[in-house]
């Protein structure tokens, strides 16, 4: 079964740091991007940053760019995001996400089930 | 960057009926764009991508239309099940991949 398993969210001040993992099963890991994609309460989806299969490239939403890095290890079929400066407004579920294909440019066709993150004093 | 713009942002519809979602971008995406689903709770799911092509699975009651700057999402026949929120979302720009601000159905 192919499936996503997010972990790592949790309570954490403003300006601190926190890693989100998400750990693949059932496909060849490496062949595909991956993506994480927040949803703040109430609120729509965002796309905030992504990877290609071969972890070579990387993109990020400006809303996170030079706070969050997106980082894959293949060995470990694990996707990660590290959040450094946290702000209030990054409170959100955080989702990992499995591109179509291996170069970050196609649709989201498996997502995992989501991991709370909470920014607060 | 481009913008999504879904309508309307709300829709009320009764089981059986023929729904519509608009989904428009600032500009040209050619077909490269998707549609999903997403239940209280739970994650999105994929239901249409490239504009017109069905996710496996997914029932035949929805479809998918349009290129370039305007997009449809069809429920041919509403069902109990469709009660959701439906987000579009443009995938021509690898560098950012935006999402329309959703659509909930929600039961007449």
């Known amino acids: 079964e192919v499936q996503l398993v997010e972990s790592g969210g949790g309570l954490v001040q403003p300006g601190g740091s926190l890693r989100l993992s998400c750990a693949a099963s059932g496909f060849t890991f490496s062949s595909y991007a991956m993506s994480w994609v927040r949803q703040a309460p109430g609120k729509g989806l965002e796309w905030v940053s992504a990877i290609s299969g071969s972890g070579g490239s990387t993109y990020y939403a400006d809303s996170v760019k030079g706070r969050f890095t997106i980082s894959r290890d293949n060995s470990k079929n694990t996707l990660y995001l590290q959040m450094n400066s946290l702000r209030a407004e990054d409170t959100a579920v955080y989702y990992c996400?499995?591109?179509?294909?291996?170069?970050?440019?196609?649709?989201?066709?498996?997502w995992g089930q989501g991991t709370m993150v909470t920014v607060s004093s | 960057d481009i913008q999504m713009t879904q309508s309307p942002s709300t829709l009320s519809a009764s089981v059986g009926d023929r729904v519509t979602i608009t989904c428009r971008a600032s500009q040209s995406i050619s077909s490269w764009l998707a549609w999903y689903q997403q239940k209280p709770g739970k994650a999105p799911k994929l239901l249409i991508y490239k504009a017109s092509s069905l996710e496996s699975g997914v029932p035949s009651r929805f479809s998918g239309s349009g290129s370039g700057t305007e997009f449809t999402l069809t429920i041919s026949s509403l069902q109990p099940d469709d009660f959701a929120t439906y987000y579009c979302q443009q995938y021509n720009s690898y560098r950012t991949r935006t999402f329309g601000q959703g659509t909930k159905v929600e039961i007449k």
């Open positions: 996400a499995k591109d179509q294909g291996p170069d970050s440019s196609d649709a989201f066709d498996i």
